[in-house]
T-cell receptor, first 113, second 114 residues
Framework: EPEVTQTPSHQVTQMGQEVILRCVPI?????FYWYRQILGQKVEFLVS????????KSEIFDDQFSVERPDGSNFTLKIRSTKLEDSAMYFC???????????FGPGTRLTVL | GDSVTQMEGPVTLSEEAFLTINCTYT??????LFWYVQYPGEGLQLLLK?????DKGSNKGFEATYRKETTSFHLEKGSVQVSDSAVYFC?????????????FGRGTQLTVWP
């Protein structure tokens, strides 16, 4: 069964450093998403991406964040200068159609020291 | 705006007990409703879904019915197992929206004891 994959599973970084989180969505899916979950809190939407551009972003997704689909398979989330409060689990998801079922990857746990 | 409210946890049950996790929603449009499950140390897995009023989603013995009149999508299972211990998230997508983001509830931690 096709699945969303994410790398790395755990990333530790120093405050102020740049990090890139990688995702490989399901191959025939056209819509891509990033969500995050701070420990013990609800899952929060960050950004959606379709046709090589951002469709929607939340208030969390400020200028420190960017997304890219550098090739036909990868979808990346970059945090330019990490803060302590960026420590969270980051989930990538994809769907075949807009407003359709989203399938999630296993997540990347980001720890900012 | 769109939102999901879930019953607070944690929920602790004995094996073979009946489970209900309440979920209500607010949506400006016409939502699809989902339950996702997160097992310890893992990501979010789709458990079941329903896309229109009175639809019943079911999977692995879990069921939830889309109730438009009460704006609810409560999760039920007749006999829980230790392996059901996980965090359960209710979520919606507003299909009337052009955007398609998922709105999640806060999650309910379920622990099942043998």
């Amino acid at each position: 069964e096709p699945e969303v994959t994410q790398t790395p599973s755990h990333q530790v970084t120093q405050m102020g450093q740049e990090v890139i989180l990688r995702c490989v969505p399901i191959s025939n899916h056209l819509y891509f998403y990033w969500y995050r979950q701070i420990l013990g809190q609800k899952v929060e939407f960050l950004v959606s991406f379709y046709n090589n551009e951002i469709s929607e972003k939340s208030e969390i997704f400020d200028d420190q964040f960017s997304v890219e689909r550098p090739d036909g398979s990868n979808f990346t989330l970059k945090i330019r200068s990490t803060k302590l409060e960026d420590s969270a689990m980051y989930f990538c998801a994809s769907s075949e159609l807009r407003a359709d079922t989203q399938y999630f990857g296993p997540g990347t746990r980001l720890t900012v020291l | 705006g769109d939102s999901v409210t879930q019953m607070e946890g944690p929920v602790t049950l004995s094996e073979e007990a009946f489970l209900t996790i309440n979920c209500t929603y607010t949506a400006t449009g016409y939502p699809s409703l989902f339950w996702y499950v997160q097992y310890p140390g893992e990501g979010l897995q789709l458990l079941l879904k329903a896309t229109k009023a009175d639809d019943k989603g079911s999977n692995k013995g879990f069921e939830a019915t889309y109730r438009k009149e009460t704006t609810s999508f409560h999760l039920e299972k007749g006999s829980v197992q230790v392996s059901d211990s996980a965090v359960y998230f209710c979520a919606l997508i507003d299909r009337g929206s052009t955007l398609g983001r998922l709105y999640f509830g806060r999650g309910t931690q379920l622990t099942v004891w043998p």
